[in-house]
């Protein structure tokens, strides 16, 4: 009798990484916009960016722990591509040091310079994460799809989760729900607890969108 793995819907890390792409996008444009002096603005997209980098981090690293070891005890011809990945994340994050060194530097004065540099160290960060991006979406996924079960796919939603703070998830769910496809968000709304989905619909939906206007160009 055979039988038969489940295997994860993978397109799930597509939909996370279209959070990365779109943001890195908008954090260098929004900061690009910002007056040079308007240290509130400055602070607010700072908070953003933080939130963006911290995400960012948790999200490799979950693959780090939880990906990499098993992919590479699974495969041989791949393992080249697999180590690459590693090594893209470490690129990744040397570009996220210096953009949190530029935060820094900017949000205490939001000056003219201060605002170059950062703008600079988020388009080398965006280039940087989209080549990486590209590279795991077409030639990682379906490793996963072939080799990783359901259940430890899952493992890495649950680290994410773990890792985000309770007063985020919506911030999070909304996120991941913004350029989603109608069958995506069904699939995404179907996973949570029905109190949940009814406080997303109430209260997340609206919450998303306002800080949205606020930090958006």
């Given at each position: 009798m055979t039988t038969t793995v489940e295997r994860p819907w993978v397109q799930e890390m597509v939909v996370v990484h279209r959070i990365f792409r779109r943001?890195?996008?908008n954090l260098a444009e929004s900061v690009a916009a910002c007056p040079a002096g308007d240290t509130a603005r400055a602070a607010l997209l700072t908070g953003l960016a933080r939130d963006y980098v911290e995400g960012l981090h948790h999200h490799h690293t979950g693959e780090d722990d939880l990906l990499w070891p098993k992919l590479l005890a699974r495969v041989d011809l791949d393992a080249e591509t697999?180590?690459?990945m590693e090594q893209q994340h470490h690129v990744v994050a040397e570009g996220l040091e210096d953009?949190?060194?530029c935060l820094a530097a900017w949000e205490r004065g939001a000056g003219e310079a201060e605002r170059a540099a950062l703008v600079e160290a988020l388009r080398r960060h965006r280039e940087q994460l989209l080549v990486h991006l590209d590279d795991e979406e077409r030639h990682i996924l379906p490793l996963v799809a072939e080799h990783i079960?359901?259940?430890e796919w899952a493992e890495?939603?649950?680290?994410?989760?773990?890792n985000t703070p309770k007063n985020k998830l919506l911030f999070l769910l909304g996120a991941m729900?913004?350029?989603?496809t109608p069958e995506e968000t069904a699939r995404f709304l179907g996973l949570l607890p029905l109190p949940a989905r009814i406080l997303w619909h109430t209260v997340g939906k609206r919450s998303y969108a306002k800080r949205m206007r606020e930090v958006r160009v």
């Open positions: 943001e890195s996008r697999v180590l690459r953009v949190g060194r079960t359901a259940a890495l939603g649950e680290r994410g989760l773990a729900l913004e350029d989603a």
